[in-house]
């Protein structure tokens, strides 16, 4: 929210930043790793792993030489300050990703390090926030939560999870967005669902969703819009044929189809518990 000086008009209003990056989002971007992934009173790792997590950024992340690589805790920390305060903006947020892939195995740790990432990307009003370890321009928070609700990994929808991710990976990519398959992905994730709901694997979507309507008491407007939706990707000159000239894809039909297809993805969850 806005400050008080703002607010009485004594000091500008921060704008979103999108294509920047100050000072004070720098900052407050290192203080969360500094605080909750390398140092200080919740650190999750011992000093060993410190470095293990060092090394890995220096030869991985950075593609610097092995042998310059940090030999200690502090060492590592005046370049990663270095590093936050200096580099291009866009690499700041290429290395809260890499930290993500680094920590794929401790679940917990990610939940707390999104949760934190998150209060200061809207706090310092960034343009983005972190979703299912992936930096996102999507920033209502509606739409977040159903992306992250989804997003998670979790028998027996795993693959509608998978699907769901690489939509938002396609349609979150700055330099090189892929909308159309991003749209593909978001309505394999509908099929996906449905398919589990009825356990044949084998179905198609229409069948699958008519057995959900008898089954599970799903509102026929729904299965309407979603046969709708699901059409307009797969007829003669739609999405998830050939490319045509007819339909472009851009940046709006990605999301909306990314958050309509996860919400909708939650709602059969939901309803098959019924």
């Given amino acids: 929210m806005d400050t008080f000086s703002e607010r009485q008009g004594l ?14 989002l720098r900052n407050s971007l290192w203080n969360v790793f500094r605080i909750y992934v390398f140092n200080g009173p919740r650190i999750p790792y011992e000093p060993d792993e410190v470095l293990e997590f060092a090394r890995a950024i220096h030869i991985d ?33 290429n290395f809260i ?27 310092e009003r960034s343009g983005y926030r972190v979703v ?19 997003s998670s990994p979790s028998d027996p929808f795993s693959a509608t999870s998978t699907h769901i991710r690489q939509s ?7 330099e090189n967005p892929d909308y159309r398959n991003s749209v593909k992905e978001a309505v394999s994730a509908i099929e996906a669902t449905a398919k589990v709901i009825v356990g044949d694997p084998k179905a198609t979507l229409g069948k699958a969703l008519a057995k959900i309507e008898e089954d599970h008491q799903l509102h026929g407007a729904f299965k309407e819009g979603v046969s709708k ?46």
């Fill in 97 to 123: 990703e890499f930290i993500f892939l680094l920590m794929a195995r401790r679940p917990d740790k990610r939940i707390t390090l999104t949760t934190n990432l998150n209060f200061i990307l809207e706090r």
């Fill in 61 to 93: 992340f950075r593609k610097l030489p092995y042998d310059t690589a940090p030999d200690s805790r502090d060492n590592f920390y005046l370049l990663m300050t270095s590093f936050f305060q200096r580099d291009p903006w866009f690499e700041v947020y």
């Fill in 229 to 274: 939706l699901y059409g307009w990707t797969s007829d003669a000159s739609g999405i998830r044929h050939a490319l045509s000239d007819v339909d472009k894809i851009d940046e709006a039909d990605a999301r909306f189809m990314l958050v309509s297809c996860s919400a909708f993805c939650n709602y059969l969850i939901s309803r098959s518990k019924t």
């Fill in 132 to 150: 299912a370890d992936i930096i996102t321009p999507i920033t209502n928070e509606t739409e977040l939560s159903e992306i992250a609700k989804i």
């Fill in 168 to 174: 938002l990976k396609l349609y979150s990519d700055r």
């Fill in 11 to 24: 000091t500008p209003t921060k704008t979103i930043q999108i294509s920047d990056m100050d000072q004070a």
